[in-house]
T-cell receptor
Framework: GQQLNQSPQSMFIQEGEDVSMNCTSS?????WLWYKQDPGEGPVLLIA?????ELTSNGRLTAQFGITRKDSFLNISASIPSDVGIYFC????????????FGKGITLSVRP | GAVVSQHPSWVICKSGTSVKIECRSL??????MFWYRQFPKQSLMLMAT?????????EQGVEKDKFLINHASLTLSTLTVTSAHPEDSSFYIC????????????FGSGTRLTVV
């Protein structure tokens, strides 16, 4: 099935740095979601975006819904060690058989 | 906020036996529940979608007789891995979607299945 494009697969940053992750799709969505997954756990929702152009913040996290509805980005500012994990983007298109389409995920490592 | 409880968090079973995994929405009614499988260092792979009171819709390539899904109430869905084999070992995650626009997709904490 379709999968969203997230790259690179891994990112390594220094504690305190900002990091930006991008997610692109060949088709449009009307909802974009960003999740974080810790080892051995299920994904936890970070930010949900419902409108093209929307910019939403959640603490040190900021995400935007691209105006073309085919992309989204997530920014993490002033990273801390607990930001380590896998970050997944997911797109959703309303409909009778609606479901989430996931990216492959980006593994973030934060060096103290 | 919306909470989804998944149980057990891990299970080890012998080849040929069946294992049941439960997914419960604790503080909302889940009109739709989803079951995913995740291999190490990979994304979530949707296995099936279940709506309360109706048969589950399986993704292409997923054996419906192998992975039995029951969504008997608005707060409970179960996944039964029948006649498990070592290749069924994986991390299984459920997700629930509630009624109303305010509920997104909430995930359970996952079940690590090891078949020996």
């Amino acid at each position: 099935g379709q999968q969203l494009n997230q790259s690179p697969q891994s990112m390594f940053i220094q504690e305190g740095e900002d990091v930006s992750m991008n997610c692109t799709s060949s088709s449009i969505f009307n909802t974009w979601l960003w999740y974080k997954q810790d080892p051995g756990e299920g994904p936890v929702l970070l930010i949900a975006l419902y409108k093209a152009g929307e910019l939403t913040s959640n603490g040190r996290l900021t995400a935007q819904f691209g105006i073309t509805r085919k992309d989204s980005f997530l920014n993490i500012s002033a990273s801390i060690p607990s930001d380590v994990g896998i970050y997944f983007c997911a797109g959703h298109l309303s409909g009778a058989n609606s479901k989430l389409t996931f990216g492959k995920g980006i593994t973030l490592s934060v060096r103290p | 906020g919306a909470v989804v409880s998944q149980h057990p968090s891990w299970v080890i079973c012998k080849s040929g036996t069946s294992v049941k995994i439960e997914c419960r929405s604790l503080d909302f009614q889940a009109t739709t529940m989803f079951w995913y499988r995740q291999f190490p260092k990979q994304s979530l792979m949707l296995m099936a979608t279940s709506n309360e009171g109706s048969k589950a819709t399986y993704e292409q390539g997923v054996e419906k007789d192998k992975f039995l899904i029951n969504h008997a109430s608005l707060t409970l869905s179960t996944l039964t891995v029948t006649s498990a084999h070592p290749e069924d070992s994986s991390f299984y995650i459920c997700s629930a979607k509630g009624q109303g626009a305010g509920y997104g997709y909430t995930f359970g904490s996952g079940t690590r299945l090891t078949v020996v």
